[in-house]
């Protein structure tokens, strides 16, 4: 009759094989090699130079560096620092997160990139960026801030579309030689063919959600 040990029948594992040194060792020897070229083709896909990427993450540009060639085993803290510039856990950079072909980017309130902020010759007007990295997503979602009397323009993007949603207040828009006057909940969804400007003609502050791909 086969016997099965205290230790067997207090974690339920009865005679599973446990791994050898080796195997481990090379496991993990496995997970650091792919920690460089993995954060090398997150910082491109984000287009960030190591400078930039240093002052993000508050790592040191020859860390990095020295990281993605393989030359330095991260600690936890550095891994820590790194994943937040992409906001992704940790484990996405040592490989243990599932890949999955339709990958989510999430923006958080208030991380999103600035393209556009403060006064300019068409007044106040704020852009920021709240999609995912060109290298990954086709799609280029925005969210517009309009002051009073402040306007926008868009150039033409042949081949591409673009679709728009207002959220507050109300905005008088051209696309091409056409006009709309778009109030709350109004959306326009057109090819991006024209030159698309958009005027806050209101009382109040106007904010849009722009989407486009090409």
Same mark, same amino acid.
């Given at each position: =009759? !086969? ?8 974690? %339920? ?15 993990? @020897? ?22 930039? =990427? ?10 990095? $560096? ?5 030359? =330095?085993?991260? *600690?936890?803290? *550095? ?16 490989? @243990? @997160?599932?890949?999955?072909? $339709?990958?989510?980017?999430? *923006?958080?309130? %208030? ?11 068409? %007044?106040? &007007? #704020? ?26 323009? #868009? ?8 679709? &728009? ?23 326009? $969804? ?13 009382? !109040? ?8 791909? %090409?």
């Amino acid at each position: =009759m !086969a016997r099965t040990t205290a230790a067997q029948a207090e974690t %339920g594992r009865g005679s599973e094989p446990v791994p050898s040194t080796s195997e481990t060792r090379g496991s993990v @020897e496995d997970v650091v090699a792919g920690i460089g070229p993995r954060l090398a083709s997150l910082r491109a896909g984000l287009g960030l130079s190591l400078q930039q =990427m240093s002052a993000i993450s508050a790592v040191s540009a020859a860390s990095i $560096h020295k990281i993605e060639r393989g030359d =330095m085993v991260p *600690t936890i803290t *550095t891994l820590l620092k790194l994943a937040a510039v992409f906001k992704r856990p940790v484990s996405h950079l040592i490989g @243990e @997160e599932p890949e999955d072909e $339709h990958d989510v980017w999430h *923006t958080a309130h %208030g991380l999103g990139e600035v393209i556009v902020r403060g006064s300019s010759d068409y %007044g106040d &007007v #704020d852009v920021v960026l709240i999609s995912g990295p060109p290298a990954r997503f086709r799609a280029r979602g925005t969210t517009i801030k309009l002051a009073v009397g402040a306007s926008l323009e #868009d150039a033409p993007a042949r081949g591409g579309e673009a679709l &728009v949603h207002l959220l507050a207040g109300s905005v008088h828009a051209k696309i091409g030689s056409r006009e709309f006057s778009l109030k709350r909940g109004d959306s326009l $969804h057109f090819l991006s063919d024209h030159t698309a400007t958009w005027t806050n003609a209101g009382r !109040a502050a106007a904010e849009l959600v722009r989407v486009s791909i %090409g």
